[in-house]
């Protein structure tokens, strides 16, 4: 919460277990069947929308990019997906681990390699283009 301008309901990101700052980010968000989005995505059938999926791997990339001293207090914004792929479904009482590899930055535009995982295995995976604000 340092790091991130986010905030409930909208943090994404839980924990950030490791990771080196502008490189790359490992963290894991809990998901909870109080969250929101569950009253109105499939009540009979609550799984955590793609969307939001691929919202907390961003920000796991932005804490990763923000950690750097030059890009404090800046914003990161999305400037695209990229061959995103959904495998598995993610359901209330997941830990869905989150993973950030920075592939290259350059004049204010970045593009992140992510995967989110559950239980070791991939859920989702793709890329992610980012500009600094």
Not at 98 to 126: H, N, P, S, W
């Amino acid at each position: 919460m340092d790091i991130l301008p986010h905030r409930y309901p909208f943090l994404l990101v839980d924990k950030v277990l490791e990771g080196e700052a502008g490189v790359w980010a490992r963290g894991i968000k809990q998901v909870s069947l109080n969250e929101p989005h569950f009253m109105g995505h499939f009540p009979d059938y609550p799984l955590m929308p793609g969307v939001l999926i691929i919202e907390a791997l961003a920000q796991l990339g932005a804490l990763c990019v923000l950690s750097l001293e030059e890009h404090r207090g800046k914003l990161v914004l999305f400037g695209g997906v990229d061959k995103m792929r959904f495998k598995k479904e993610v359901l209330p009482g997941d830990s869905l681990e989150l993973y950030c590899k920075i592939l290259g930055f350059k004049m204010g535009i970045g593009k992140g390699e992510v995967r989110a995982m559950v239980d070791g295995e991939i859920v989702a995976q793709g890329q992610l283009t980012f500009s600094i604000k």
